[in-house]
Structure formats: C-alpha cells, structure tokens
C-alpha cells in the first residue's frame, strides 16, 4: 500500500460513484417525467462540482494514487474496495463526470419516450465510469467494466435508432467477447500474485511466455473498448443507432476505457511483452489513422462521418501510447481528453440538427449556415478542433503525439502525418456542405426561427471553453499527467535496460 496516499476524512472518490447511484435509486420509486429531467439534471450538476475538489487537492508532484480507500470485501479471496486516482486516471474521471449533465441537456427534448428509464440507465453509466477509473482492485475493476454494458446497451436497443436492434447486441457481443480475455488475464495474475491489488502486480518480474500471454489477453479486451483497426466494426453502427447523449458517452468516455486499460495494465504489468509486441500495434494504429480518415471521407452521413472520424484519432492516441516515451505518452493522455471534448461536442451538433430537419446526410442540412448563425459558428469550431487547428486543443495533442514519434522513429512519424490532412480534408468538406453548399441548395428558410436556444448554447459553451482553454494553455492539464508518465517511462527504460534483448528493434 505504499503506492496510495490515503485520503482521511470525506470518502470524496466513493461520493462520487454512489451519490449518482443514489440518484438513480430515486428514480425507481418517483418517475415522472418532468422530475426525472429536472432531479438527474440536479444529480449529475452536484458529482460534477464535487468532483473538481479532486483538482484543488491534487498533488502534482508525486506518482503516488490519491484520495485512495481502502476496505475489506471478500477478505477471504483477498478481494478489496480500492480506490485511488493518479496523473492518468484523474483526467478521465473529471471527463466522465463533468460531460454528463451536458448529456442530460441534450436529452431534454431529444428523449420522449420512457423518460425516467433513459435518466436511470444516464446514472448507472455515470457510476460505470467513475468507478472503472478509480479502481485500484482488478476484480472491482472487472465488475464495473462489465457493469457499464448493460446501460449502454439500454441505451442503443431501447432508445435507438431502426437498426438499434443488430447494433446493440453487435455492441454488446463484441465487448463481452474481449471481458472474457481480461477476465483470464485477472485470474492468471492473480495465481501469481495471490492479490488483486493492482499496484502490487506492476513491474513484477514474470517469465516472457507469461507476459506475451497476459499481454495479448490484456490487449484484445483493449483493442476492441478502443476500438483499433481491424476491430472497429461494432463502432459505427453503434454511434449511428444510438441517441444522441449515447453516442457522446461512446466518443467521450468509453472509447477512453481502451487507451486507459493499456496505459494502466499493458505497459506496467507486461513491459517486457510491450517492447515485444509494440511494433505490431503501431502498425495497427497507422493503419487504424489512414483507414479511418479515408472511410470518413466517403461519408455522407454526418453521424458516420464523425463515427468513423474516431477510428483515426484514436488510433493517435495508441500510436503515442506505444511509442513509448515520455512526450507521445502525454500527448496521447491528453488527446484522450481531446478527444473527448471535441468529438463528443461535434456529436451534439449532429444531434441538434438531426431534431429540426430529421435526417443526418449531409445533403437535407447543405446550406443552413445563412439560417443558423449560432451552429454553424459552434460546429466550424469544433471542426477546426478535430483536425488540429493551431490554438484548438488538439493540436497540443497530436503535436506531441508525433513529436515524440519523430524523436523515436522518423518514418513513423511520416506515415502518420497523412491521417491529420484526411482529417482537415472531411471536416472541411463537412462545413463547405453544411455552412454554404452549392448553387442548387435545399430550402432551409424554415429554420430561421430555429438557431440554437439557450439551452443548447449551455450545453455547447463548456465544450468549446475546454477547446481554447487546452490549446493555448496546456500546462496546468501537463502538470497533473507529468510526474506519473514521467514514472512509468522510467520504469519502462529501466526494464529495458535490464533485458535489452526483448526491446524490440523499434526501440533501440
């Protein structure tokens, strides 16, 4: 337990997962619908502003997890509640807590129908997510990862679109298939180290075959939550089928869960299987970065276009994960949180028009730019966040991601640059179509009267703040990752240095 700094006093981590809980308790026993609106609109409000007393407390010059706790469980199997958060969990948590009530917003007349049950299944995700990124015990670990399917699937079969049926069960096959290796990797850890305490199976040293074997196991659960190319194909539909405030928690959260799962257990817990098999996966993350801006490209659909957009930028974030050295590692944690952002804002916008013309292809919303002053100015922001626009937040991400790529491995740095002009290429498309058109556009005269009310403004201002607020002044987000990254990375060059033979020829 030396690794945590135990917090004493207000269990502010256990709040944060049972207080919404609690709130979707409530909602068993009072389901109007004006009520369920307004109480988890309240509900997700309060965990968020609990939530930034993690900033105020946070310790940026220490590795160590904070605010942890600690109790028994199941002391018989040496099963614990651990929590605890770091430099990397820390910014997924405030992530998941602080997108929800804008989810909430989006929901207010988008969701007609079982109203209390969609705000119920909104909670459960949020207690999901939080406690996945506060685990520091694997079978808690393992019990909200699986908890989180069942929300989310509620989510797409009951709330989506005409083919909500295939996409959930796509959704939800896929994502049980890779527990079932993650649930295998706990179990073998656990024969070894007769503890399910997180922190005590890093940086162990475990026999090459053991770790090859875990590492794979840890990395098809990963690869698919991601999703990486080729295991990708539950994503589009999923986005496509799913409400709106779904297909945000799918781009903002829990596609994190992936990138997060490697961060946490790949590289500290396999790190001689990492330098081994790393190469192969930056292959992948190339692969994942140009098929996805080229499948975007074709798209005609907004929702599948920002679907398949994601394919690409998260196949950034993988490829300065495993490039493995201090710079790429804390472009591709921030870019997590970019992405986040950005492309959970730009899923709000489809879902905006979507409500007034019923359709996301691009051809029925060709034009509008004349009519809706207020969404286009949002969306043209966004759009130049996700391809990296200089001031915008992810160009801080992705300037590091290839930094720390080119200061590893020029040629890989080059294959990767493509990926950001197909990004520039489809986002701009997107808003040559949508804020002009051609000479031969629909009439869209009717939607004069409907440019963004306030409460859309609400739920898009945050999210455009965070934009400028992370592209020009990054540090205070650096400082909280650095020490962390710094820590991993050292521990990953001293395993390397101990067994120079399994760095991969990547590497050396």
């Not at 160590?64 to 199997?77: M, R």
């Not at 999210?463 to 990752?481: A, K, R, S, T, Y």
Request: a neutral charge.
């Amino acid at each position: 337990m030396d690794s945590l700094i135990i917090k004493e006093g207000f269990p502010l981590l256990s709040f944060l997962i049972f207080f919404p809980l609690a709130g979707a308790v409530v909602l068993l026993f009072f389901n109007g619908e004006k009520f369920a609106r307004y109480w988890t609109l309240a509900i997700t409000m309060i965990t968020a502003a609990f939530s930034i007393l993690l900033i105020t407390g946070f310790d940026t010059t220490t590795a160590k997890f904070q605010f942890a706790e600690v109790h028994n469980w199941i002391p018989q199997l040496n099963i614990h509640y651990i929590l605890g958060v770091d430099g990397i969990s820390i910014l997924m948590v405030l992530l998941s807590t602080l997108i929800m009530p804008l989810c909430i917003l989006a929901s207010w007349r988008y969701i007609k129908t079982r109203v209390s049950q969609f705000m119920f299944s909104m909670l459960i995700m949020e207690v999901s997510m939080v406690g996945l990124f506060t685990s520091l015990d694997f079978v808690l670990f393992w019990v909200f990862w699986e908890f989180m399917l069942i929300p989310m699937y509620l989510l797409i079969a009951v709330w989506g679109g005409p083919r909500k049926d295939y996409a959930s069960i796509k959704f939800f096959i896929y994502t049980l298939g890779g527990s079932v290796f993650l649930l295998v990797a706990i179990i073998a850890l656990y024969m070894k180290n007769g503890t399910f305490f997180i922190p005590d199976m890093m940086w162990h040293h475990y026999s090459m075959t053991f770790q090859i074997l875990v590492f794979l196991a840890f990395f098809l659960a990963f690869a698919i939550k991601v999703p990486m190319f080729p295991f990708h194909t539950w994503l589009p539909a999923a986005h496509v089928e799913a409400p709106t405030a779904g297909s945000v928690i799918l781009a903002s959260v829990l596609l994190k869960m992936g990138a997060y799962g490697m961060l946490r257990f790949c590289l500290p817990i396999t790190p001689q299987a990492t330098f081994l098999l790393a190469p192969y996966i930056l292959g992948l993350s190339i692969a994942g970065i140009i098929y996805g801006g080229f499948t975007a490209l074709a798209q005609h659909d907004m929702k599948k276009l920002v679907a398949y957009s994601s394919v690409g930028h998260m196949g950034f974030v993988t490829l300065g994960i495993f490039v493995l050295n201090i710079r790429s590692v804390e472009g591709a944690i921030i870019q997590m949180l970019n992405h986040g952002v950005t492309t959970g804002a730009l899923f709000l916008c489809v879902g905006m028009i979507y409500e007034r013309t019923h359709s996301r292809e691009l051809s029925v919303a060709t034009g509008i730019g004349k009519y809706m002053p207020w969404y286009v100015t949002f969306l043209a922001f966004f759009a130049l966040s996700s391809f990296g626009f200089p001031g915008t937040n992810s160009f801080i991400g992705e300037f590091l991601i290839l930094a720390g790529t080119f200061q590893a491995n020029k040629f890989l740095a080059l294959a990767a640059i493509p990926g950001a002009v197909l990004a520039a290429a489809y986002m701009l498309r997107m808003l040559q179509k949508i804020i002009w058109g051609g000479t031969n556009n629909p009439d869209q005269s009717y939607l004069k009267k409907h440019d963004l009310g306030i409460r859309e403004i609400a739920t898009l201002a945050p999210l455009l703040l965070f934009v400028f607020w992370i592209g020009l002044d990054p540090q205070p987000f650096l400082d909280m990752m650095h020490h962390s990254v710094v820590n991993l990375i050292t521990q990953l060059n001293f395993i390397q240095q101990q067994a120079p033979h399994v760095a991969s020829a990547f590497m050396r």
